[in-house]
């Protein structure tokens, strides 16, 4: 916050808090000095040791000056706030936008999460599916060579039925031409 405040308005109001409000606990210096300041003053705040009319006059322009210092110092203060108000606007308008760009970007990255995951899934119901599949093909390949054994085997059981057949012929030839 120091930033905010240019070193002429600290020490007035340094002045300003030393000279309104007394400290918690004075030093001993400051209450002499309070002291012998209250003491060269009656009670109608007139000094008991100079002329009265020039030091009323110096009196009246010394307040005259501190309230103007005083003027000022609200006006500052007060244009301090404005400016500071103004910079926290700012502020919360720059981080509201970030906010936004921030949510937008996870929405973003929700949606890209989103096809990935579906992709994942479709490449392993693709996997699944391909698994299945092989599965298939390998009982289809298992079958077709079962299926080719036994092709195998009937040739040679048509071959060897064939053959048989061949030499039952002969044979009731050879019998035939033996009971002629």
């Given at each position: 916050m120091s930033s905010y405040y240019p070193r002429t308005k600290d020490l007035t109001r340094t002045r300003?808090?030393?000279?309104?409000?007394?400290?918690?606990s004075p030093s001993p210096t400051d209450k002499n000095y309070r002291h012998e300041?209250?003491?060269?003053?009656?009670?109608?705040?007139?000094?008991?040791?100079?002329?009265?009319?020039?030091?009323?006059?110096?009196?009246?322009?010394?307040?005259t000056r501190l309230a103007a210092l005083n003027r000022q110092e609200q006006d500052s203060t007060a244009k301090d706030y404005k400016k500071m108000y103004a910079e926290a606007l700012h502020e919360n308008e720059?981080?509201?936008?970030?906010?936004?760009d921030s949510k937008q970007e996870l929405v973003k990255i929700r949606s890209?999460?989103?096809k990935v995951t579906q992709r994942h899934d479709r490449i392993s119901e693709r996997s699944t599916a391909l698994d299945s599949e092989k599965r298939e093909k390998?009982?289809?390949?298992?079958?077709?060579?079962n299926m080719e054994e036994e092709i195998k085997i009937l040739t040679e059981l048509k071959s060897d039925n064939q053959r048989l057949k061949d030499e039952n012929g002969a044979l009731i030839r050879v019998?035939?031409?033996l009971s002629k």
């Open positions: 300003k808090s030393l000279t309104e409000s007394p400290p918690s300041r209250l003491s060269r003053y009656d009670s109608s705040g007139e000094s008991a040791t100079d002329k009265p009319v020039g030091r009323t006059s110096s009196y009246t322009r010394r307040e720059r981080l509201k936008s970030r906010l936004q890209q999460l989103e390998q009982a289809l390949e298992k079958r077709v060579s019998i035939s031409k």
